[in-house]
């Protein structure tokens, strides 16, 4: 309970329902080694979590960018909501420390993983929903998304090279990239990914990174550059 009390602290939540945040920080494999333990792991709770977090963040944009178009705003909550960026939301809570893993995943690195941190992240988001209310998941998510939307401005981390590149050949040919996954390697928990894409039969681009969208999207980076230089 000491533990939790810290972890509250980072959230500034008390949780009146402990068993919430418990098995927020339950990931499958810690009960998958320990069968006798009676309680979920946090898969539900990151579902949910996920839709508020989704609807959270959408009403932050929407009141604080009042001349934005959809498209934009559409574009500033996916870099916001995506895997990598709820991983970092999740070690600046130190939720990372308070992970209850299996004995295997925490030996394979699980505590630095980016998707388990993801989903323990939208897991506790989650909970904390179900024991607070929205009125204790806004300020908690306004007070991280406000510093990321800032980096993610500057740096046009939001801009989606995949739907750029996109208009780009619809407009040029009438017709859709395609991509394809042309290599594969590595362990299961740390996987990398090479995806090439096609307009028609031509290539344009390649990509790599430790998913297949990842990788699609740096294909589709790639392919922007090329296209930049025709135009030039």
Not at 65 to 92: H, I, W, Y
Not at 194 to 215: F, I, Y
Request: aromatic residues 10%; proline residues 3%; negative net charge.
């Amino acid at each position: 309970m000491d533990d939790f009390h810290i972890l509250e602290q980072n959230l500034d939540v008390s949780f009146a329902d402990y068993s919430l945040l418990l098995r927020a920080l339950t990931h499958r494999s810690f009960l998958n080694e320990n069968p006798g333990i009676a309680l979920d792991d946090n898969e539900r709770l990151e579902f949910l979590g996920d839709a508020v977090l989704d609807f959270v963040v959408g009403a932050y944009l929407y009141n604080h960018f009042p001349d934005m178009d959809e498209g934009e705003l559409t574009s500033l909550r996916a870099a916001l909501v995506k895997t990598g960026t709820l991983a970092n939301f999740a070690q600046e809570l130190d939720i990372d420390r308070f992970l209850r893993l299996g004995y295997g995943e925490e030996e394979s690195g699980g505590r630095k993983r980016t998707p388990i941190l993801c989903a323990a992240f939208e897991a506790v988001i989650g909970a904390i929903y179900l024991d607070q209310g929205l009125e204790k998941v806004e300020p908690l998510v306004e007070k991280l998304v406000g510093p990321a939307l800032v980096q993610i401005r500057e740096n046009s981390l939001h801009k989606d090279a995949k739907s750029e590149f996109q208009v780009w050949a619809q407009a040029q040919f009438n017709i859709t990239p395609h991509y394809q996954v042309i290599a594969s390697s590595g362990p299961d928990h740390a996987r990398a990914f090479t995806v090439r894409v096609l307009v028609g039969d031509a290539p344009w681009g390649e990509g790599s990174g430790s998913s297949k969208q990842s990788a699609a999207q740096a294909a589709a980076g790639e392919a922007l550059s090329k296209v930049e230089y025709l135009d030039d």
